[in-house]
């Protein structure tokens, strides 16, 4: 048995009884009039999540999976593809991105990992090496990857995920950066819910009406092409996806295991959700929406994961953005939870 396997056998049902435990106690709690709505949602999904009915601030950790994609050369993106090693090495060298502030502000350690750039990155320091090959073939003409790569980049994952949760890690925040990626998570969600390419594709980072059309005509290809079975997570990630979609599954169904919860962020990251779905039903209790992207298709992919984003602030960037702002939104959840119960046991003391 595999670590993929092993792994998917390992995730259980979110504990209900920490969660009874932590809502009645929130409804016992005063807190001045009414209640504080979305704010007990979070605490009594982490409760169910850690098993604890009194869960503590969590360590969070956050994974910006990055890899290139072979349909670029359809000309689907507005940025080159050097865009990817820019990014990545902004992500590790000079810690001046958005990704990085945003880690920062949240209070997150973050880790950056190769998953397939299409450049040699063995000499960029902080970066983890786990290249499976130099980008994903062209899915408008053929399959991104092998079967067998498409389980080595979601085991890649779980590997990270493992390690960070053996190391005290409750919290993770996943993002990733991929030139073009946004075209295989139009066809991800369009194969899984049965969507045309009209339905499912945006402009990913602002791209003209001229390059729009053309990259609905290349998704409605690359799904023609490939048929990827919605009833096959290995299937859909294997034909469609890319090296960074695997490892962000990876990270979701990882923590899982490991009684810890995901925030996802964005269009690319609710792809990899629906991945994990398809691999693990369950494991869409141990996920958590954070914002909204303006691509188009993004409500309604949440809303098919039963899902509903946090936070609604325009954003049209994956890097874990809207993620780390939801952390801090669940710690704040935490905070007043236990300062209340704490106030609550002085005056009963």
């Given at each position: 048995m595999g670590l993929l396997d092993e792994t998917l056998n390992q995730i259980q049902p979110l504990d209900e009884e920490a969660m009874e435990?932590?809502?009645?106690?929130?409804?016992n709690l005063y807190t001045g009039m009414g209640d504080?709505?979305?704010?007990?949602?979070?605490?009594?999904?982490?409760?169910?999540v850690t098993g604890e009915a009194m869960p503590a601030i969590p360590k969070c950790c956050t994974v910006i999976a990055c890899s290139d994609h072979g349909v670029y050369a359809e000309g689907v993106s507005a940025y080159p593809q050097s865009t990817t090693v820019g990014m990545t090495k902004a992500y590790v060298e000079t810690k001046g991105?958005?990704?990085?502030a945003m880690a920062y502000y949240a209070r997150s350690d973050m880790v950056v990992v190769d998953m397939g750039i299409n450049a040699d990155m063995s000499g960029v320091p902080n970066l983890l090496d786990r290249k499976i090959a130099w980008g994903t073939k062209n899915i408008a003409q053929g399959p991104a990857m092998t079967r067998l790569e498409a389980i080595r980049s979601i085991e890649t994952g779980i590997e990270i995920a493992d390690e960070k949760a053996r190391e005290g890690y409750r919290v993770f925040t996943i993002g990733e950066m991929g030139i073009s990626n946004t075209t295989s998570s139009a066809c991800i969600l369009g194969a899984f819910n049965h969507w045309n390419?009209?339905?499912?594709?945006?402009?990913?980072?602002?791209?003209?009406?001229?390059?729009?059309?053309?990259?609905?005509?290349?998704v409605q290809r690359a799904m023609d092409v490939n048929h990827p079975d919605p009833n096959d997570?290995?299937?859909?990630?294997?034909k469609v996806g890319g090296f960074e979609y695997g490892c962000m599954t990876g990270v979701i169904l990882g923590a899982a295991a490991n009684h810890a919860l995901?925030?996802?962020d964005g269009f690319n990251t609710t792809a990899s959700a629906f991945i994990a779905k398809a691999l693990c039903p369950e494991v869409v209790h141990y996920l958590m929406a954070s914002h909204l992207s303006l691509e188009q298709a993004h409500k309604k992919s949440l809303a098919a994961l039963g899902l509903t984003e946090y936070i609604d602030l325009d954003f049209r960037l994956g890097e874990a953005i809207g993620a780390g702002i939801q952390t801090r939104m669940l710690d704040y959840a935490l905070s007043v939870y236990r300062e209340c119960a704490a106030k609550e046991e002085e005056v009963k003391a």
């Amino acid at each position: 048995m595999g670590l993929l396997d092993e792994t998917l056998n390992q995730i259980q049902p979110l504990d209900e009884e920490a969660m009874e435990k932590a809502a009645f106690r929130w409804k016992n709690l005063y807190t001045g009039m009414g209640d504080l709505g979305k704010m007990e949602t979070m605490v009594t999904q982490f409760a169910g999540v850690t098993g604890e009915a009194m869960p503590a601030i969590p360590k969070c950790c956050t994974v910006i999976a990055c890899s290139d994609h072979g349909v670029y050369a359809e000309g689907v993106s507005a940025y080159p593809q050097s865009t990817t090693v820019g990014m990545t090495k902004a992500y590790v060298e000079t810690k001046g991105a958005a990704a990085n502030a945003m880690a920062y502000y949240a209070r997150s350690d973050m880790v950056v990992v190769d998953m397939g750039i299409n450049a040699d990155m063995s000499g960029v320091p902080n970066l983890l090496d786990r290249k499976i090959a130099w980008g994903t073939k062209n899915i408008a003409q053929g399959p991104a990857m092998t079967r067998l790569e498409a389980i080595r980049s979601i085991e890649t994952g779980i590997e990270i995920a493992d390690e960070k949760a053996r190391e005290g890690y409750r919290v993770f925040t996943i993002g990733e950066m991929g030139i073009s990626n946004t075209t295989s998570s139009a066809c991800i969600l369009g194969a899984f819910n049965h969507w045309n390419a009209i339905e499912v594709t945006g402009r990913g980072t602002n791209i003209s009406d001229e390059r729009l059309r053309h990259k609905i005509d290349v998704v409605q290809r690359a799904m023609d092409v490939n048929h990827p079975d919605p009833n096959d997570g290995l299937d859909v990630l294997s034909k469609v996806g890319g090296f960074e979609y695997g490892c962000m599954t990876g990270v979701i169904l990882g923590a899982a295991a490991n009684h810890a919860l995901t925030i996802i962020d964005g269009f690319n990251t609710t792809a990899s959700a629906f991945i994990a779905k398809a691999l693990c039903p369950e494991v869409v209790h141990y996920l958590m929406a954070s914002h909204l992207s303006l691509e188009q298709a993004h409500k309604k992919s949440l809303a098919a994961l039963g899902l509903t984003e946090y936070i609604d602030l325009d954003f049209r960037l994956g890097e874990a953005i809207g993620a780390g702002i939801q952390t801090r939104m669940l710690d704040y959840a935490l905070s007043v939870y236990r300062e209340c119960a704490a106030k609550e046991e002085e005056v009963k003391a």
